[in-house]
């Protein structure tokens, strides 16, 4: 088995995307795609599920990913010689995929300067997923939304930010919000899922029909989905580049609208350590300048 093939699986997990794995590796997006090919050939499973431009782990690529992890490090600690034995082990955080995109990379560059020597190892997962692995003790922190049914008594919960739903839509599409829904397929935010258990509840709520078109636990492909013409959704409006994105137009929810919280679910004895309250004040930090934006 080839080692790079490993490498770029493990940046592939980490970035959910093989178009940024192709530029942090220097290859190209499909020498990443004939990489993964031919690593799942060689342990005979699927390691991602790919949703158009979209990849995510697939459960044996979250099983096997602690283990590439790691052959990754171990062969980086044995290019670094004997003058990194005593380098800290890595804490493995999880996060969502809109906490990736959006505040962990801005936390980090914030509190940089006081982390240190801290090492991470970013797990990516959905909210569910996350909170299991760390009850399971896979993972000694997450980056999550706050669990509906209450939290572990042992795992202390610091909240971050909140993150209020929009509706978005392909630029010229209706501004009334039941009319936009009416007269357009409705790209749907998986409904297992935290986030698409609010947005259920919305359209309930307000008494709005929808004309599902599929369904999707990527916020970021979503709204990419959106820009292509395909359809409206309901989606996080402050951790995805909407305002950003061309050919997007953003309906406002009503004053009841979809809010879900964004927090830290850590272990006590990771809460303690200086580099993890500096991340913990970077990522509050962080999450003021995005709702400023």
Same mark, same amino acid.
Request: proline share 7%.
């Given at each position: 088995?080839?080692?790079?093939?490993?490498?770029?699986?493990?940046?592939?997990?980490?970035?959910?995307?093989?178009?940024?794995?192709?530029?942090?590796?220097?290859?190209?997006?499909?020498?990443?795609?004939?990489?993964?090919?031919?690593?799942?050939?060689?342990?005979?499973?699927?390691?991602?599920?790919?949703?158009?431009?979209?990849?995510?782990?697939?459960?044996?690529?979250?099983? &096997?990913?602690?283990?590439?992890?790691?052959?990754?490090?171990?062969?980086?600690?044995?290019?670094?010689?004997?003058?990194?034995?005593?380098?800290?082990?890595?804490?493995?955080?999880?996060?969502?995929?809109?906490?990736?995109?959006?505040?962990?990379?801005?936390?980090?560059?914030?509190?940089?300067?006081?982390?240190?020597?801290?090492?991470?190892?970013?797990?990516?997962?959905?909210?569910?997923?996350?909170?299991?692995?760390?009850?399971?003790?896979?993972?000694?922190?997450?980056?999550?939304?706050?669990?509906?049914?209450?939290?572990?008594?042992?795992?202390?919960?610091?909240?971050?930010?909140?993150?209020?739903?929009?509706?978005?839509?392909?630029?010229?599409?209706?501004?009334?919000?039941?009319?936009?829904?009416?007269?357009?397929?409705?790209? &749907?935010?998986?409904?297992?899922?935290?986030?698409?258990?609010?947005?259920?509840?919305?359209?309930?709520?307000?008494?709005?029909?929808?004309?599902?078109?599929?369904?999707?636990?990527?916020?970021?492909?979503?709204?990419?989905?959106?820009?292509?013409?395909?359809?409206?959704?309901?989606?996080?409006?402050?951790?995805?580049?909407? &305002?950003?994105?061309?050919?997007?137009?953003?309906?406002?929810?009503?004053?009841?609208?979809?809010? &879900?919280?964004?927090?830290?679910?850590?272990?006590?004895?990771?809460?303690?350590?200086?580099?993890?309250?500096?991340?913990?004040?970077?990522?509050?930090?962080?999450?003021?300048?995005?709702?400023?934006?």
């Amino acid at each position: 088995m080839n080692l790079r093939y490993l490498q770029t699986f493990v940046s592939a997990a980490q970035t959910a995307s093989f178009s940024r794995t192709g530029a942090q590796l220097g290859l190209t997006q499909s020498a990443v795609s004939l990489q993964i090919r031919k690593l799942e050939e060689a342990l005979g499973c699927t390691l991602f599920e790919r949703t158009g431009k979209a990849v995510r782990l697939s459960d044996a690529g979250r099983q &096997r990913l602690p283990q590439a992890l790691r052959v990754v490090e171990a062969f980086e600690a044995l290019k670094r010689g004997e003058a990194d034995a005593e380098a800290p082990p890595a804490l493995q955080i999880g996060a969502i995929s809109t906490v990736q995109q959006g505040l962990l990379p801005l936390a980090l560059r914030l509190a940089a300067p006081r982390t240190g020597t801290l090492r991470l190892q970013v797990v990516p997962g959905t909210s569910a997923e996350l909170l299991a692995r760390i009850e399971a003790r896979e993972i000694e922190a997450a980056l999550i939304v706050r669990p509906r049914l209450g939290l572990p008594d042992d795992l202390p919960w610091r909240p971050i930010m909140k993150d209020r739903f929009v509706a978005v839509a392909p630029s010229g599409s209706p501004q009334d919000l039941r009319t936009l829904l009416r007269s357009l397929p409705f790209l &749907r935010y998986k409904r297992h899922s935290s986030g698409g258990q609010l947005v259920e509840q919305f359209l309930q709520r307000q008494r709005l029909w929808v004309n599902d078109r599929l369904e999707l636990d990527e916020p970021a492909a979503l709204l990419q989905m959106v820009a292509e013409g395909l359809g409206c959704a309901i989606l996080p409006g402050d951790l995805l580049p909407i &305002r950003s994105t061309p050919g997007i137009q953003v309906l406002p929810l009503p004053a009841r609208a979809p809010l &879900r919280e964004i927090g830290l679910l850590a272990r006590a004895g990771a809460l303690k350590l200086p580099a993890m309250k500096a991340l913990l004040d970077g990522l509050r930090q962080a999450a003021a300048q995005i709702q400023q934006r």
